[in-house]
């Protein structure tokens, strides 16, 4: 099933999602890339990551581009040619995109237990009190999504998820809260929404306008 879903948030983001069940061969041949790509795509050791990467470039065309309008900043920031802005993500059997007028994050996570193990590396474990396994390990992977998309608005070496990026209490089911990003004397907000798809977990994430 490759388009698994478009949806859109208000009238200036779309998110674009595939489902990845063709083979490497079906989706490679099926795209345009350039070289530099081309090359990239070679260095990949993981099939699943190489499919990753060519189910993006299905979602740009559908969204109205194609991999030459998609170029990398030095630290791995994807940007498009045109004035909008572009957050990516991959795992496993999902890419995703998001394409916005404002500058945002993507997150798509699988639920793992390894997620809630490491949750006192990155998160502060208050928010997970009294929630059963189930919960916590849902919580506990949107507030890792969380932390993942401000660093992709963001961008900048030196921004720690544990010290630096801290989710407002929330209740893990109603779609949305808000996070904030304390760093370097500076204090930004941020509006999230997250959803389940499927064994995932999305979040988005923009900055508070
Ligand atoms: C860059 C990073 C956010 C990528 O996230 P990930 O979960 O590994 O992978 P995802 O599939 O969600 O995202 C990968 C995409 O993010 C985008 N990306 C990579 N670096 C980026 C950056 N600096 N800023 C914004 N987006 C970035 C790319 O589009 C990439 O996919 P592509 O190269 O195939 O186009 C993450 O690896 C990272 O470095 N985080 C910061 C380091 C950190 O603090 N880690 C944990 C501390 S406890």
Redesign the pocket.
């Known amino acids: 099933m490759p388009l698994y879903q478009i949806f859109s948030i208000q009238s200036h983001t779309k998110v674009y999602i595939w489902k990845i069940t063709e083979s490497f061969n079906e989706l490679f041949r099926s795209v345009i890339l350039k070289d530099v790509s081309l090359a990239r795509v070679e260095k990949m050791k993981a099939e699943s990551h190489q499919k990753?990467?060519l189910a993006?470039r299905k979602l740009l065309e559908i969204a109205g581009y194609d991999d030459f309008d998609l170029f990398?900043d030095d630290?791995?920031?994807?940007n498009l040619k045109d004035q909008k802005h572009i957050?990516?993500?991959?795992?496993n059997e999902f890419s995703v995109i998001a394409i916005s007028d404002y500058n945002l994050?993507i997150?798509?996570e699988i639920l793992k237990d390894k997620t809630l193990k490491l949750a006192p590396?990155?998160m502060d474990v208050s928010h997970l009190e009294n929630l059963s396994t189930a919960d916590a390990l849902e919580k506990a992977t949107i507030i890792w999504g969380i932390k993942?998309s401000i660093?992709?608005i963001k961008?900048e070496p030196g921004?720690?998820?544990?010290d630096h990026i801290f989710e407002n209490k929330f209740n893990g089911k109603d779609g949305k809260c808000k996070a904030e990003l304390r760093f370097e004397n500076q204090l930004e907000l941020f509006e999230i929404q997250y959803q389940l798809i499927e064994n995932y977990v999305l979040v988005v994430a923009f900055m508070s306008v």
Do not use: M, Q, T
């Open positions: 990753g990467f993006v990398y630290f791995g920031k994807p957050s990516i993500s991959h795992s994050g997150d798509l590396r990155y993942e660093f992709k961008n921004i720690s998820f544990k």
